[in-house]
C-alpha cells in the first residue's frame, strides 16, 4: 500500500540558472515514496510540448531498481491490465499541479519514477509516484531523470552532475 499525503517537509527554493527546485527538510530513506505527479491528463495525440509535461513514454535510462521493482510489482501491473488501465501517462502541470512540478532534471537523479494503480470507490486509476533512488540527505535537492523524447527539442542541462550529459528532453 503506499501512501499518498505528503510525508515530508518540502521547500521550493531557488537554483541559480534553474528557476526553482524541490528538497525536504527531512531526510529521506531509499524507497520512501516522494509524491505524486498531479496536474491534467493529456489524450493521446493533443500532447503539446510544455515545462510542465510529464510523459512515461519517454526513454529513461535503466537503473538498478527497475528490475527489482518489475519483480516486486508483478500483481500491481497483473491488475493494470486486468482492469484496462493506461499503462503509459502524459500529465500536464502547467495549470493545476503539486510540488512535482518543481523537481529539476538530473543526469545523476536521487529520486525515480514509477506507475502505481490505486483503488478509489471501486474504481482503479493508474498515477505517477516518485520515490527515493537512495538515502537523501535533508535539505539535498530532489532531481528525476526526465528522460529523452523520441525526436522532440533538447535543453540545455544545467544539473552540475559528474556524469552530465549535457542536454535533457
Ligand atoms: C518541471 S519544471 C522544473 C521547475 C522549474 N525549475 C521552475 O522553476 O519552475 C522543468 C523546467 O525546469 C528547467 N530545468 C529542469 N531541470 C533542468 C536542468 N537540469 N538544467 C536546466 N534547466 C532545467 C527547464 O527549464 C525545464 O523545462
Known amino acids: ?5 505528503l510525508k515530508f517537509n ?7 540558472d534553474c528557476g526553482w527546485g524541490l528538497r525536504s527538510w527531512d531526510p529521506i530513506r531509499a524507497g520512501s515514496f516522494i509524491c505524486e505527479y498531479a496536474g491534467d491528463l493529456i489524450a493521446e495525440g493533443e500532447k503539446e510540448e510544455d515545462d510542465f509535461l510529464f510523459d512515461s513514454s519517454r526513454v529513461f535510462k535503466s537503473f538498478k531498481w527497475n ?6 510489482g508483478e500483481d500491481a501491473s497483473e491488475r493494470v491490465s486486468k482492469n484496462n488501465l493506461s499503462s503509459s501517462l502524459v500529465i500536464s502541470a502547467k495549470k493545476s499541479g503539486n510540488i512535482a512540478q518543481f523537481m529539476n532534471h538530473s543526469c545523476s537523479p536521487n529520486v525515480f519514477w514509477q506507475l502505481i494503480a ?3 470507490n471501486g474504481v482503479w486509476c493508474t498515477y505517477i509516484g ?8 535533508p535539505l539535498t535537492e530532489l532531481q528525476y531523470d526526465y528522460g529523452a523524447s523520441r525526436g522532440g527539442e533538447k ?11 549535457g542536454s535533457f528532453g
Open 1 to 5: 500500500m503506499i501512501p499518498t499525503g
Open 10 to 16: 518540502f521547500e521550493v527554493f531557488k537554483i541559480v
Open 67 to 72: 528490475y527489482e521493482l518489475e519483480l516486486v
Open 118 to 120: 490505486r483503488e478509489q
Open 130 to 137: 516518485f520515490f527515493a533512488m537512495k538515502h537523501i540527505p
Open 155 to 165: 535543453k540545455m542541462c544545467l544539473c552540475r552532475s559528474k556524469k552530465c550529459s
